[in-house]
């Protein structure tokens, strides 16, 4: 979880490798002073966390948190009254992403001490798949909590859209956190090969599944730019 406005009715969910640093940023300056902004690491000037605590000084609410636990924690009616959506990534993409953050990020790799390749990664097959964040299972079957995925790779217009609809039509996505993880680049799209990507697309077989996203499609808001 990363940020809930009562003031803008809405609940962002925060997944792994999608700019969700980027976008509570951004986010944090423009939300009420009661609304619920988490803390991120590391630190950034322009993000304030706030109301994220209980009486005792507890945190509640934290990053990454499931939308089961949101709605556990603000009550059932607040939570299906207000927009909820969450930001996924092309499963290949993200691993890759994933991995380098795993590599070069100090908070992360303290020490240096993971010095795995990307081929022994792919075959620890410890990949972030988020589905348990923004989905609960009943009789056996995912189920989205979310109103809405965006796509990362449209996210600056899908983001536009839905801040739009929530009473922020002047939000643009600006931040650029946690992009230097990925400037001693260890593997390309390009390089990964057909069985690692078959594997990485098998571990995500159920968030496909359930977001409905078909990644070899273009997202919509190109398909209309370009007909």
């Not at 490798?17 to 803390?39: Q, R």
């Not at 950034?44 to 706030?50: F, G, N, V």
């Not at 209980?54 to 934290?62: K, L, N, R, T």
């Amino acid at each position: 979880m990363a940020i809930i406005s009562f003031r803008y009715n809405f609940i962002f969910l925060k997944t792994v490798k999608t700019a969700g640093t980027s976008i509570e940023a951004d986010l944090a300056s423009l939300l009420d002073e009661n609304d619920i902004v988490t803390p991120i690491l590391p630190p950034l000037s322009k993000h304030t966390a706030r109301n994220y605590q209980d009486s005792s000084g507890e945190a509640v609410f934290y990053n990454h948190m499931s939308a089961q636990k949101v709605r556990n924690l603000i009550g059932p009616d607040p939570f299906e009254r207000m927009f909820k959506f969450c930001v996924e990534r092309e499963p290949v993409e993200k691993c890759i992403s994933h991995f380098h953050m795993l590599r070069n990020s100090d908070l992360h790799n303290p020490g240096n001490e993971y010095r795995a390749s990307w081929q022994e990664y792919c075959e620890a097959g410890r990949f972030p798949v988020n589905l348990p964040i923004y989905t609960e299972m009943i009789d056996g079957q995912y189920r989205l909590l979310v109103d809405r995925v965006l796509r990362y790779d449209a996210l600056a217009v899908e983001l536009a859209e839905v801040m739009k609809a929530c009473g922020l039509p002047e939000f643009r996505l600006t931040s650029r956190a946690k992009s230097e993880y990925s400037r001693n680049q260890l593997i390309r799209k390009e390089d990964v090969t057909p069985a690692q990507r078959d594997k990485i697309y098998t571990a995500f077989q159920k968030t496909l599944d359930v977001t409905g996203i078909d990644w070899t499609c273009a997202p919509s808001s190109q398909r209309s730019e370009n007909p």
